[in-house]
């Protein structure tokens, strides 16, 4: 069941028209992700290895999951980095305020 306050918003893939409900205020994010998706799904359909829509939607789609996850693995990496930074760092601290408050005794 849809949101009452939902819009239907029309965005075109691969020329066929879908019209999908969108919360108020998203209809630029909704479009702009259609075109990006219409954009791709032309891409491997212009290679002329995948034939069917369906076929041409599931490369497409199990392209973006893996840049996705690509992605995410990336930023995982640079995290735990920034982390074990971040824990070197507290560790120099807090070495270095010991060594202040014993010199002041």
């Known amino acids: ?11 075109s893939i691969l020329g066929k ?28 359909r212009g290679t002329g290895k995948v034939i069917g829509t369906d076929r041409i939607a ?4 199990l392209n973006l999951a893996h840049e996705l996850l690509s992605e995410k693995s990336e930023q995982d990496s640079a995290a735990s980095s920034a982390n074990k930074r971040i824990r070197s760092l507290r560790e120099r601290i807090e070495i ?3 060594d202040s408050t014993q010199l002041e005794l």
């Open 17 to 44: 028209e879908y019209r999908i409900a969108c919360e108020p205020g998203s209809e630029d994010e909704l479009v702009s992700a259609a075109r990006f998706l219409d954009s791709r799904m032309r891409e491997v």
């Open 58 to 61: 599931v490369m497409v789609a």
């Open 96 to 98: 270095a305020l010991n």
């Open 1 to 11: 069941m849809s949101n009452p306050t939902q819009q239907p918003v029309a965005v």
